[in-house]
């Protein structure tokens, strides 16, 4: 009961610091901080705040991660990637959820 609880409680704090992340990134102003990236990293991070939902609805997670760093706004990559992450994981009822990140002609690429 209590992981269910630390489970919920540290959804709820991404979601408030997400929506900071928007908020502050639509007032005029605000300056972007670039940085590299871990994209592995990242994604994992994600992956374990969902792991008790994936679990329960018994999703499979395959990762092709052939990318390892992208510049750009952490704050707002890290924001974009649990959304993804959260809206196929609500989208998706039994299954898998595929998650590819690789460089195209360099260009970097997320799936």
Known sequence: MSNGIASSLNSLYLLTQDFSIWLNASQPGHIQEFGSVDLAKTIEEALEVYTEIIDKKGIVIQQVISTKFIHGDAS???SVIRNLIDNAIKNTASG???ITCR???NNEVCE
Do not use: E, G, R
Request: glycine share 0%.
């Open 103 to 105: 460089s195209h002609t």
């Open 96 to 98: 898998s959820i595929s």
């Open 76 to 78: 707002m990559i890290k």
